[in-house]
């Protein structure tokens, strides 16, 4: 065991100290003691001076005076590097100036832990950067409050212009349920989780070729998918977007959605409900030809019929196409999607609030009538569901204004599926199944850095799935795989030193192009 020595030097008067390590000579039979010299002690203060051979480490470890602590920085090193690589941290200084640090710890938070915000201090107390004190339960109640709609608008702008450039755009809706009733947007209404609680709806847009949320917005819980295009076109006419490219599922669907879609000049491709009868009737003209050779298509591995034509829009006749597909095995899975939606159609008419944009199936699949006795009776009308069935399902169509090559228009919405991945992380991963806040402003802070935090994790996963990574860690398990990697500072006049990385860890921050911190 190795002890520390002090020795004076009476002809200098200089006091140097030694480490002495105690061994066993086997020649001699006899233990025996090896010094090596490790510094000296100030004439005047008693410090302790230690030998510029020494590593800060060794130098800190002999003096008995110094103090040292750690802070994790294992998670904030990828999560900075990530941060600064997709222009984040620039932007967000940009707009909300000082306070973007901690609205960045925060989205650190969320990213790595997950919970509620009012632990976020305790956490932050561990790790880097050192601004716990920043972060009290209060000090985040009011920095939330504070993040008004303007600055989240300009916010946005900056994100897009840096973002969207010749992208498609995902555009979905899901709901997030709440404890609260006393904020103005938390309505009862259709829970995509089969809640019975008040919600609000979350809409989102998500870059296909970015991979990355570009724009959300809040709406009340009462309000349907197929409303809320129109709110979303007209609050980027006031941003001055641009014109844009949406692609969307069947629930958006809507003779005036798409009037408004083309009267904005915006590229779009959107799913169309087989139920319409305009499209029945392109269905019917092809019926007989389209299973032939020249419909075949195989699109990712699967067998396809495609028919398309050229199929103007509206009054000013602007060009988009109808892209008419059959998938013979997946006909099946068609008809029960199909009974499933007559299911709910069925709900909503019994239930006494029947949505606006489900009138035409209304009107086709079911018999209404009315009794004195019995009230409003809802059946199925069976010969109009058993004639769709045998004509129509396994059939899909697409309407575009902007793809004509079926093929690509189909790969392009089957794309999509990625705003439901993101919506999944803000849910599960980010702690916002459930929203306890009450104050209207206070939500709307708590989405924003939830959205912030999506941003990082979606910008993660891109890259891990452009490498091995993917196959070994999902986001979180890989940020907590970087927790032990750790920053010791030490008082006084020693530097700070960053423990050894493991060979995990060095293996991730080489796969992620991040330099190992020093």
């Not at 999560?79 to 640090?101: M, P």
């Not at 067998?303 to 597909?325: A, D, K, N, Q, T």
Request: with cysteine; hydrophobic share 35%.
């Amino acid at each position: 065991m190795a002890h520390r020595v002090e020795q004076l030097n009476k002809k200098t008067g200089v006091t140097y100290v030694y480490e002495s390590q105690a061994y066993w000579d086997k020649e001699k039979k006899q233990a025996r003691s090896k010094r090596v010299c490790v510094g000296k002690l100030d004439p005047k203060t008693g410090e302790f001076i230690p030998s510029k051979r020494l590593t800060s480490s060794t130098a800190a470890a002999l003096d008995p005076s110094v103090t040292a602590s750690a802070q994790v920085i294992g998670p904030m090193v990828v999560l900075d590097a990530f941060s600064k690589k997709i222009g984040l941290t620039r932007i967000l200084k940009s707009v909300f100036g000082d306070a973007h640090r901690q609205m960045l710890v925060m989205s650190y938070y969320l990213c790595v832990m997950g919970g509620a915000l009012s632990h976020c201090e305790a956490w932050a107390r561990s790790h880097e950067p050192a601004i716990a004190s920043s972060l009290s339960s209060q000090r985040i109640s009011e920095l939330l409050g504070k993040l008004g709609t303007d600055k989240k608008q300009s916010f946005f702008l900056k994100w897009m212009d840096k973002v969207v450039e010749h992208d498609y755009l995902c555009y979905d809706i899901t709901s997030v349920s709440s404890y609260s009733e006393l904020n103005e947007y938390i309505k009862y209404g259709h829970n995509r989780d089969k809640e019975k609680l008040p919600q609000l709806n979350l809409a989102m847009l998500y870059g296909q070729k970015s991979q990355l949320p570009v724009y959300y917005h809040r709406l009340s819980g009462s309000i349907t998918d197929v409303s809320t295009l129109g709110n979303l076109l007209e609050h980027f006419k006031m941003l001055d977007i641009g014109n844009l490219h949406y692609i969307m599922d069947k629930g958006f669907y809507s003779k005036k959605n798409v009037d408004a879609l083309v009267a904005n000049r915006d590229r779009f491709t959107l799913a169309v409900p087989m139920n319409n009868k305009w499209v029945q009737k392109a269905v019917d003209g092809v019926y007989d030809t389209i299973h032939g050779p020249e419909g075949y298509q195989k699109i990712d591995d699967e067998v396809l019929y495609v028919h398309s034509m050229l199929h103007p829009w509206g009054e000013e006749r602007r060009r988009c196409y109808l892209h008419i597909y059959f998938n013979a095995i997946n006909r099946a899975v068609a008809i029960d999607r199909f009974n499933e939606e007559l299911l709910g159609y069925k709900e909503e008419l019994e239930s006494g609030y029947p949505v606006t944009a489900h009138q035409e199936a209304y009107d086709t699949y079911f018999i209404i009538t009315t009794t004195p006795k019995r009230g409003q009776r809802v059946a199925f009308n069976t010969e109009a569901v058993s004639t769709y069935i045998k004509r129509y399902a396994g059939f899909q169509a697409l309407i575009s204004h902007g793809i004509k090559d079926p093929v690509k228009a189909m790969q392009v919405y089957r794309d999509k599926d990625v705003v439901e991945k993101c919506f999944d992380d803000l849910k599960n991963t980010l702690d916002m199944k459930r929203l306890r806040m009450h104050s209207s402003a206070t939500v709307d802070g708590r989405l924003f850095i939830q959205f912030i935090a999506v941003i990082l994790i979606s910008a993660i996963r891109k890259k891990m799935r452009e490498t091995s990574l993917i196959r070994d860690y999902t986001v979180r398990e890989l940020l907590r795989e970087m927790e032990t990697l750790t920053r010791i500072k030490y008082s006084g006049r020693y530097k700070s030193i960053v423990s050894e990385a493991t060979k995990k860890q060095k293996h991730i921050l080489k796969t992620l192009d991040i330099p190992l911190p020093d």
